[in-house]
């Protein structure tokens, strides 16, 4: 079965930059796409197709990828973004999609 | 404004069967495709499967498929997903999500969850 794998967690102080990485054999063809999940909410969408930013989803927020991999990048990164991060892709058939296996962002 | 509005938590035991449901209003409920995912306490998200109300296409996760079932009644412009045989790993908070591009990635909106609780 198709995997997205991510580190487990990440510590930034604030303001500085957080990079956050998915690795999937599928990645140079398929979109990432990035959701941030706060304890207790559902899931919110942060990047759609590798480097769109939904409405209202704040500029520090970008993304990108390059060949099996695709990076979430926080610019300055806040208290608020304080939260776990999933990326989600498709397979090679385009028929499967699966959830990264998440990212834990702390920011202290 | 879009809103996904998900059935109460659940509690039963393992063997019995068990529908839960998420009403939607705000947009043409055919439209748009609409999955399920799961969240077990404490992982990931997983994506269980999605259906696209307008002829009820669905497609599902190899590791769901057979023992969950989705479906849709345009009428009353909800999704639901059932199981006929819970066993105590479906213990889980369920999500329904969905958006112009859900089957291409983007979840714009998603209900509230509904926690299903399985235990003998």
């Known amino acids: 079965s198709y995997e997205l794998t991510q580190p487990p967690s990440l510590s930034v102080s604030p303001g500085q930059t957080a990079r956050i990485t998915c690795s999937g054999d599928?990645?140079?063809?398929?979109?990432a796409f990035w959701y941030q999940q706060k304890s207790g909410q559902a899931p919110v969408l942060v990047i759609s197709?590798?480097?769109k930013r939904p409405s209202g989803i704040p500029e520090r927020f970008s993304g990108s990828s390059s060949g099996t991999k695709a990076t979430l990048t926080i610019s300055g990164a806040q208290v608020e973004d304080e939260a776990d991060y999933y990326c989600y892709s498709t397979d090679s058939s385009g028929n499967v999609w699966v959830f990264g296996g998440g990212t834990k962002l702390t920011v202290l | 404004e879009v809103q996904l509005v998900q059935s109460g938590a659940e509690v039963r035991k393992p063997g019995e069967s068990l529908t839960i449901s998420c009403k939607t209003s705000?947009?043409?409920?055919?439209?748009?495709?609409i999955a399920w995912v799961r969240q077990r306490p404490g992982k990931g998200p997983e994506w269980m499967g999605i259906?696209?109300?307008?002829?009820?296409?669905?497609r599902y996760s190899p590791s769901f498929q057979g023992h969950v079932t989705i479906s849709v009644d345009k009428s009353i412009s909800s999704t639901f997903l059932q199981w006929s045989s819970l066993q105590v790993s479906d213990t889980a908070m369920y999500f329904c999500?969905?958006?112009?591009?859900?089957?291409?990635?983007?979840?714009?909106?998603w209900g509230q969850g509904t926690l299903v609780t399985v235990s003998s």
């Open positions: 599928a990645l140079p063809k398929k979109y």
């Open positions: 197709e590798d480097n």
């Open positions: 999500a969905t958006g112009v591009a859900a089957n291409r990635g983007s979840f714009d909106y």
């Open positions: 705000g947009y043409w409920f055919s439209s748009y495709w």
């Open positions: 259906i696209y109300p307008g002829d009820s296409d669905s």
